[in-house]
């Protein structure tokens, strides 16, 4: 769990990392594939948008709920 900066607003929120990528032809760039946990967002954030986040944030539950449709089918 980290902070995360979401580009829509810049304000920080909760976000699992879900990948790390380092720049092949230059190490210092970083980016991070980061799911917001209290929104359901993806994005792909600079090393630099990201922070640790604080204990206090760590014992909130989720916001966010993951959930499938039953049933679709494609419209024939």
Known sequence: MIAAR??????WYRAVV???TVDSYDETKIDVDVD???FGDFQIKSLNDTAV???QFLKLNFQAIRS???NIQPVK
Do not use: G, K, N
């Open 6 to 11: 979401f580009s829509a607003d810049d304000r």
């Open 18 to 20: 879900v990948r790390v």
């Open 36 to 38: 917001f946990v209290d």
């Open 53 to 55: 986040l604080q204990p």
């Open 68 to 70: 499938t449709i039953a």
